[in-house]
């Protein structure tokens, strides 16, 4: 090591400088040195892509100079051809030169090439300059996990203001979680300078009923409580990523909080659970207020005399319409109105919702969100006999027989399709599964079709109207997208011609038409692939049948997308 060299000294935050990259890019630290640079290049991704992007654009510039410029060079004279290795042994001679002086030499031999190729080398200098400048200026070193997690708490809820107020400041946040293809919106609040409430994570057995804010505090106190983690602090433009990951068994396995660069405010949150699960959040609004404070009464009202008593004045008018509709919709974006036995009614001044939900879970995080609405009356229940499903057909609690009593008309053809007893199992469970999927879309339509008339829809407020409308349309979508999981029973049937549908011109009308040639189709396709308690129908006429049943529903599902769109215009 040379006397201007200094033995290896990371900054405070415990990352080596350029400088100390560069020369290990070199080879130049002595050993121990070089083995700390080493093996923090080893843990440290941002570091790591510091020193692979240095040694880039130094492996680019030598390929360019060995296969491009100096093949093209003339042969030099035989006297001057070891005149590079004997300045060289000159060099190595003489006493150790420090590291600027060594850069600075190098890039003056630059300059001093033959004149012919005097752009290649301004071309090389250009290159180092504008790897400096990203590494160094628009591309600085990212902060450490601790420090990003701190400074977005600050950020969030900054400490209270040391001169004593009477007024108390509320952070106020909205955000959006998703989860798949289930959306919700919950506002927080808290008071700045105290601790947020609620702001440890409690995972529910429902993604969707997650009740804490999106918060730096929160996500380091899941951090703090992990016995083995892994960090990672990225930049991307004006945004710093802190991904966390652990191997215990935790219900969350991975992390990661996005804040802005500039002020360090979180602005999305993602969570990766054990079954491969992800929870997606996305604030939409934050600000910062005044909390508001009482009216005070006057002192000429404090001393005057009590007036005469008047009529209480009765309590305003629950909105019963807006009520069910927004209870509607929350059962939509938790795919609760899908296989559930649930009956919306209404009292004098409630909506209430009654009936079976299908495990515990799903009752507990229904109870968890409903609740918590003061114009919705629950009155749910898990099934009183274990092993029964609810039957969305006839709305009522049925258990499946153990055999039937004839064989899927299909056994002869699914046994020379499919050789093994597993295969077709798994052929007619995916079978099973879909049909009875997009029966559940059905039901779930007929039910905003009988609920809602166009009288009935007239009385609704716009927002409203248009949330009707997001559930139509989604119904719809999905049970196309269920009903094509039923082409391979299809391309095993001999072809057919039938008569297409008529579309009725009414959407109402038209689902109630898809409502029928959904339920017609789950009946054939357990008549095919599980069998029936029925003989009233062979091969070729079940086959028949379905074919039309299923070619009815896609011209069904294409119009009606149609009719609900010209509806939603008007």
């Known amino acids: 090591m040379s006397q201007e060299t200094k033995p290896v000294s990371f900054t405070t935050d415990g990352h080596p400088d350029e400088v100390q990259l560069l020369l290990a890019l070199e080879r130049e630290l002595p050993p121990d040195d070089l083995n700390r640079v080493e093996q923090h290049l080893g843990n440290c991704w941002s570091c790591r892509a510091r020193f692979d992007e240095m040694q880039r654009g130094i492996l680019a510039f030598v390929e360019y100079r060995e296969q491009r410029y100096l093949p093209s060079l ?7 051809r070891d005149f590079r290795d004997r300045l060289r042994n000159v060099l190595r001679e003489s006493s150790p030169i420090g590291l600027p002086t060594r850069v600075w030499r190098r890039f003056a031999a630059l300059l001093t090439v033959p004149r012919q190729v005097k752009w290649v080398s301004a071309v090389a200098l250009m290159m180092a300059i504008v790897i400096l400048w990203i590494q160094v200026l628009v591309n600085p070193r990212t902060v450490s996990a601790n420090e990003l997690l701190s400074r977005a708490v600050a950020s969030q809820n900054p400490p209270a203001s040391p001169i004593k107020t009477t007024r108390r400041r509320i952070a106020h946040q909205k955000i959006q979680i998703r ?138 008018q629950v909105n019963l319409d807006e009520a069910e509709l927004q209870l509607r919709y929350i059962l939509f974006t938790h795919q609760w109105d899908l296989g559930e036995d649930l009956v ?122 248009a949330k009707l409308r997001e559930m139509l349309r989604v119904h719809l979508q999905e049970l196309g997208l269920a009903n094509e999981g039923l082409r391979p029973l299809l391309e095993l049937l ?46 070729a006429t079940a086959s028949a049948e379905f074919e039309s049943a299923h070619r009815a529903i896609r011209l069904l599902l294409a119009g009606l997308r149609d009719l609900a769109g010209d509806a939603a215009a008007k």
Not at 208 to 237: C, I, Q
Not at 411 to 438: I, Y
Request: with cysteine.
């Open 179 to 316: 989860s798949r293809k289930q959306t919700v919106i919950r506002n927080f609040e808290w008071k700045v300078g105290d601790a947020i409430e609620h702001a440890r994570w409690e995972p529910q057995p429902d993604p969707l009923a997650w009740n804490a804010p999106m918060t730096a505090e929160g996500f380091g106190d899941w951090r703090n409580s992990l016995l083995e983690k892994r960090d990672k602090v990225r930049r991307s433009g004006d945004q710093l990523t802190l991904d966390t990951t652990t191997t215990g068994k935790g219900l969350i396995q991975e992390a990661w909080i996005v804040v802005r660069a500039d002020d360090f405010h979180p602005i999305e949150q993602h969570l990766r659970f054990s079954d491969n699960q992800q929870l997606d959040f996305t604030e939409l609004a934050f600000q910062i207020g005044d909390e508001p404070q009482p009216a005070l009464e006057s002192v000429s009202q404090a001393v005057a005399p009590p007036k005469p008593s008047r009529p209480a004045v009765p309590p305003l």
């Open 494 to 539: 001999p072809g057919s011609d039938g008569a297409p549908p008529v579309l009725p011109s009414n959407w109402r009308a038209g689902i109630i038409a898809l409502f029928n040639a959904v339920q017609q189709q789950d009946r054939l396709v357990a008549r095919l692939v599980v069998g029936s308690q029925t003989d009233e129908q062979n091969i």
């Open 74 to 80: 003339p042969t030099p004279p035989g006297d001057s």
């Open 344 to 465: 919306i009614g209404r009292t004098s001044n409630m909506v209430t919702l009654s009936g079976t939900v299908s495990s515990k879970e799903r009752e507990e995080a229904m109870r968890a969100t409903l609740s918590t609405l003061a114009e919705i009356q629950l009155s749910i229940e898990l099934p009183a006999v274990p092993g029964t499903r609810v039957s969305a057909a006839n709305r009522a609690t049925v258990t499946k027989p153990s055999a039937p009593s004839s064989p899927p008309l299909l056994k002869d053809l699914l046994e020379q399709t499919f050789t093994s007893r597993e295969e077709r199992l798994a052929f007619v469970d995916r079978c099973l599964a879909v049909s009875d999927l997009s029966l559940s879309h059905a039901w779930a339509l007929k039910g905003l079709v009988d609920k809602y008339s166009e009288a009935e829809e007239q009385r609704l407020k716009p927002e409203s109207d």
